[in-house]
């Protein structure tokens, strides 16, 4: 395993391989007792079984299935000790209907000993779904 050290040494290599499909490396960055803040209806997740069970979907095609050409690009990472904090653009292409989406999402990891603790997510999925809609084709 590369040696990541600092949050955001740990947060690059972590959507570098995420972006890469490299799931079971990234793993090797996520502490056993890691607490996914995903919000919602679903809550925390807690634990490397719940990251893992989160990849292997996406792994499997449920988080990509309709789309391709997904990235992920940094924008800004603020590092504050144990915190590293991304801004960044995510894009990519509807299959079903060829519409592209291209939205700012922000997260936040906690890394101890070079693993990631705590994880928080945003993404403006208002907007993504309004570049996808069949209402936004032609602007």
Do not use: C
């Not at 990541?4 to 499909?21: D, Q």
């Not at 996914?36 to 634990?47: K, L, N, Q, Y």
């Amino acid at each position: 395993m590369e040696v990541a050290v600092t949050p955001s040494a740990v947060h690059a290599r972590l959507i570098e391989l995420w972006t890469a499909g490299r799931y079971a490396e990234g793993l090797r960055y996520i502490d056993p007792d890691v607490v996914d803040h995903r919000g919602g209806a679903g809550g925390d997740h807690h634990g490397i079984d719940a990251w893992r069970a989160k990849w292997e979907a996406m792994a499997a095609g449920d988080f990509f299935a309709d789309f391709r050409d997904v990235t992920v690009r940094v924008e800004q990472n603020v590092a504050d000790g144990e915190f590293s904090v991304n801004r960044y653009t995510s894009s990519g292409t509807q299959l079903s209907t060829g519409r592209s989406y291209a939205v700012t999402s922000m997260d936040m990891i906690r890394v101890r000993d070079g693993r990631v603790v705590e994880h928080w997510a945003l993404m403006d999925v208002t907007a993504r779904a309004a570049q996808l809609s069949p209402r936004s084709a032609g602007r």
